[in-house]
């Protein structure tokens, strides 16, 4: 299992509340990914980053905002969440390994907005 | 476009059976091909990952090929167990870009009824 956690797993909470799930990983890694998926469905990139200060928008838009101030931290925020937010969040972080990707996942954070 | 085609969506198999799955993907230029298998509510585990220059690897009773000329791969699970019910996700990454930007199937999600 890889150094890559996620909290909280389960998140259920009111429209327009403001939340943050976290993503930690003590690989030293510079790459990290935020994945959104819903049931069934495949993973789809909506944040990543390069590294400290490095932070962009995948394929998928959302309205979540990331940050990177720290290596090991790369946390996702909702101003205000809507229904439409309810999904999985999958936060994960690679590294190349000669020449290949190695890419680790945490265990994911299942939001519900009701 | 840069796809991962997976078949089938899903599979219901009884313990101790054999079973094939399928990738198809258009991704190119090609790094490398993962499988990983992701159980309800949590995130995807690593279970093989095979470069352009790689037929066939094992682990376990999961073996998996690949034909870069055709750009398929299949997964077979030999012998399955009750515990092998999940969701298993062909996922391709590129080398024509920094990012090692991975490709994720739709997964195909396999039960195993005793």
């Known amino acids: 299992e890889a150094d890559i956690y996620q909290t909280p797993r389960y998140l259920v909470i009111g429209t327009g509340k403001k939340i943050t799930l976290e993503c930690s990983q003590t690989m030293g890694h510079d790459k990290m990914y935020w994945y959104q998926q819903d049931p069934g469905m495949e993973l789809h990139l909506i944040h990543y980053s390069y590294g400290v200060n490095s932070t962009e928008k995948g394929d998928l838009s959302s309205e979540s905002t990331v940050s990177r101030i720290r290596t090991e931290h790369f946390p996702l925020t909702l101003e205000s969440a809507r229904p439409s937010h309810t999904s999985q969040y999958l936060c994960a972080s690679s590294v190349q390994i000669r020449g290949r990707t190695e890419a680790f996942f945490g265990q994911g954070t299942r939001l519900t907005v009701v | 476009k840069n796809q991962v085609e997976q078949s089938p969506q899903s599979l219901i198999i009884l313990e101790g059976k054999n079973c094939t799955l399928q990738?198809?993907?258009?991704?190119?230029?090609?790094?490398?091909l993962r499988w990983y298998k992701q159980d309800t509510g949590r995130g995807p585990v690593s279970l093989t990952i095979?470069?352009?220059?790689?037929n066939t690897k094992s682990n376990g009773r999961y073996t998996a090929t690949l034909d870069a000329d055709t750009k398929q791969s299949s997964l077979h699970i030999t012998a399955s167990q009750l515990s092998d019910s999940a969701s298993y996700i062909c996922?391709?990454?590129?080398?024509?870009?920094?990012?090692?930007?991975?490709?994720f199937g739709r997964g195909t999600q396999l039960t195993v009824w005793p």
């Open positions: 996922v391709v990454s590129d080398r024509g870009s920094t990012l090692g930007r991975l490709y």
């Open positions: 095979m470069t352009f220059s790689e």
């Open positions: 990738c198809n993907y258009t991704v190119s230029p090609f790094s490398n």
